[in-house]
Nanobody, 124 residues
Framework: QVHLVESGGGLVQAGGSLRLSCAAS????????MGWFRQAPGKEREFVAAISWSGAGTYYADSVKGRFTISRDNAKNTVTLQMNSLKPEDTAVYYC?????????????????WGQGTPVTVSS
């Protein structure tokens, strides 16, 4: 059983930056691929970014490519999402997720463990 706790959300002006962190416990962190998803009010949850267990592979939604960076520290059991050049349309609750299988990183149904989410609001 993996327990995930997100932090770092908040209110920021358009063009600003935020750094989200996800701390994992209860499992072998380095054996899990990690992903970030988000859900805006009235919308379905969508993929944002993912990183393979080793960190060698990173994957991004087209809407955030070039602005967001996902990274992980297997020694500290953490995954981070650096968000730059934020836009009002990035406003959502951001969720960290873990999966024990490789591949299909953009598919939320393949993730086994989820955090409680951290809200991000980008004002215009």
């Amino acid at each position: 059983q993996v327990h995930l706790v997100e932090s770092g959300g908040g209110l920021v002006q358009a063009g600003g930056s935020l750094r989200l962190s996800c701390a994992a416990s209860g499992g072998t962190f380095s054996s899990y691929a990690m992903g970030w998803f988000r859900q805006a009010p009235g919308k379905e949850r969508e993929f944002v970014a993912a990183i393979s267990w080793s960190g060698a592979g990173t994957y991004y939604a087209d809407s955030v490519k070039g602005r967001f960076t996902i990274s992980r520290d297997n020694a500290k059991n953490t995954v981070t999402l650096q968000m730059n050049s934020l836009k009002p349309e990035d406003t959502a609750v951001y969720y960290c997720a873990a999966k024990s299988t490789q591949g299909y990183y953009r598919t939320d149904a393949t993730y086994e463990y989820w955090g409680q989410g951290t809200p991000v609001t980008v004002s215009s």
